[in-house]
């Protein structure tokens, strides 16, 4: 299962080893910054994060602080990291180097993103101030192979992912190798567990099939011998009839490997003596009916 909280201490704990790396998860992170620049966050480690990136390109940053009570609303946002000096504002992540995309798709889940899983999966978001970032951030996982699709939700942009492989590309693409880890388990298990369950289905309707037909096939036996037609049939309808009452609840296969025949021409047996039972009964209505 993928949980948020893990995943994003994951992401918090990557330290990318250039310059470059670290001013795009730092583009990334800021996409969801106020219009001054700070940065409010639920998360101590994306709080955190966020000063260690300023830090490491020159940029002034203030420990996280908690806000004033008021100005904010209620468990939303209690986290602010106030950035000063020339932030890095203009790069283009569809166009930057591989390794800048991937930190700056990390940031911006770090940011933007949210993760929450359901009843239909797990499903990730990020959102985005304007249609611009979203046309941009589904340009650049559309470049790494990840598919995502967007809506617009209260006046802000959403971009989201669904489905398995998807949501495994984003967790690839950022280097949450460990979240991934769980999360392949997770779905490796779920279908091993389906897979089991419609086995277990398949049987159990098998099952019933079986039952049902042999309980037709005894009470054909049963009415042909009460009509004294049994002894009158051929040898291999006779056996095959003996042998459906000595193993009431075989299938088709046992039976047939009783006799020494195939399954076909054991289903064909038992098939006939179901036809001239109701052959019989049809008779004796019509007789009845006649006198």
Known sequence: MLVASEL????????????????????????????????????????????????????????????????????????RVALDGALPSEWEPVTGKACDRRAFVRGLLLGAGSVSGGPGGPHVEFVLRDDRSARELERLLAVSDVRSSRMERRGRQVVYLKGQEQIAGLLRLVGANRALLDFETSRVSRDVRNRLNRLLNAEEANLARTVRAADRQLQAIGRLEADGELERLADGLREAAAQRRRQPDADLDTLATSLGISRSAMNHRLRRLVELAADAGAARRTGAERS
Do not use: F, K, N
């Open 8 to 79: 994003r201490g994951e992401l918090a704990r990557i330290r990318p080893a250039r310059a470059c790396c670290r001013r795009a998860e730092l583009v990334g992170l800021l996409q969801s910054a106020d219009a001054d620049g700070s940065v409010r966050t639920l998360d101590h480690a994306t709080a955190r994060i966020a000063v260690q990136l300023a830090g490491s390109i020159g940029v002034a940053a203030t420990p996280p602080r908690a806000l004033a009570p008021g100005s904010h609303a209620p468990g939303r946002h209690h986290l």
